[in-house]
C-alpha cells in the first residue's frame, strides 16, 4: 500500500513540475513609460531536467494590443527555500526567443526564433505550487521593456478630461478587444496623446 501512495505521490508531483500553466494579471511597460494591463494572461512552468526549467509567457504583448507571440527564456534554474518551501528561479541566460509570432509581432521587428536581449529575470513559486510571480525586463527594438506577472501592480481609475489631446480615439474591452462605444465596467481607452487609460462607466 505504502508502494503504491508514494508512486501516485510521485505521479502527481511529475504531473504539477514538469509543465504547469498559471493565469494571473500581467503588467506591461514599454517604449517612454507607456503601460498596460492585461488579464488572463499565461506563462507556462516547464521542467526540463533536475531544477532547470523553460519559462514560456504566452501570447506576450509588448505593445498596446499587439500580441507578437510567446516568449521563451531557457536555462532557469530553482532553488527551493527549505523553511519556507518558496522556489526561486533565476537564468543567466542573456536571450529569450520568440515563437508561434502573430502578424503584429513585425511592429516590434520579430520574427520566429528571433530573440531579444534580456535584461534581468527573476521569478517565485509559492509552496503549495498554485501561485507563480515572475519579472522581467528585455529589449527590443532598442526600447526596454518591463514585464510582471502575477503581481498586483497599484493603478488609478482614470477619468477622462475634455482636452483635445485627452480625447479618445480608441476603446477596448478589458480583454483587449476593440469596441465601438463605451459598456458599461471598465472600459481600456487610449487618447489622442497615445496615452492609455482606464475609464470606470457605471
Given at each position: 500500500?505504502?508502494?503504491?501512495?508514494?508512486?501516485v505521490f510521485f505521479l502527481m508531483t511529475t504531473l504539477c513540475t514538469f509543465g504547469q500553466v498559471f493565469t494571473d494579471?500581467?503588467?506591461?511597460?514599454?517604449?517612454?513609460g507607456r503601460t498596460t494591463d492585461y488579464t488572463q494572461k499565461e506563462?507556462?512552468?516547464?521542467?526540463?531536467?533536475?531544477?532547470?526549467?523553460n519559462v514560456t509567457f504566452k501570447k506576450l504583448?509588448?505593445?498596446?494590443?499587439?500580441?507578437?507571440?510567446?516568449?521563451e527564456i531557457d536555462n532557469v534554474m530553482?532553488?527551493?527555500?527549505?523553511?519556507?518551501?518558496?522556489?526561486?528561479?533565476?537564468t543567466s541566460t542573456a536571450e529569450g526567443k520568440w515563437v508561434n509570432v502573430t502578424e503584429n509581432a513585425a511592429i516590434g521587428g520579430v520574427t520566429e526564433g528571433?530573440?531579444?536581449t534580456l535584461t534581468s529575470f527573476t521569478a517565485t513559486l509559492s509552496a503549495d505550487k498554485s501561485k507563480f510571480v515572475a519579472e522581467l525586463n528585455f529589449m527590443t527594438m532598442g526600447s526596454d521593456v518591463s514585464v510582471v506577472f502575477g503581481k498586483q501592480i497599484d493603478t488609478a481609475i482614470n477619468t477622462l478630461t475634455t482636452a483635445d489631446?485627452?480625447?479618445?480615439?480608441?476603446?477596448?474591452?478589458?480583454?483587449g478587444v476593440r469596441i465601438q462605444?463605451?459598456?458599461?465596467?471598465?472600459?481600456?481607452?487610449?487618447?489622442?496623446?497615445g496615452k492609455v487609460k482606464k475609464l470606470l462607466v457605471k
Open positions: 500500500m505504502k508502494k503504491v501512495l508514494s508512486i494579471d500581467l503588467h506591461v511597460t514599454s517604449g517612454a506563462v507556462e512552468l516547464k521542467r526540463v531536467g533536475g531544477s532547470r526549467y504583448a509588448p505593445m498596446e494590443y499587439k500580441t507578437f507571440g510567446d516568449f530553482s532553488t527551493v527555500d527549505a523553511e519556507t518551501g518558496v522556489t526561486t528561479f533565476t528571433s530573440k531579444s489631446d485627452n480625447k479618445y480615439v480608441a476603446i477596448y474591452t478589458l480583454g462605444h463605451l459598456q458599461r465596467g471598465i472600459n481600456i481607452v487610449r487618447t489622442a496623446n
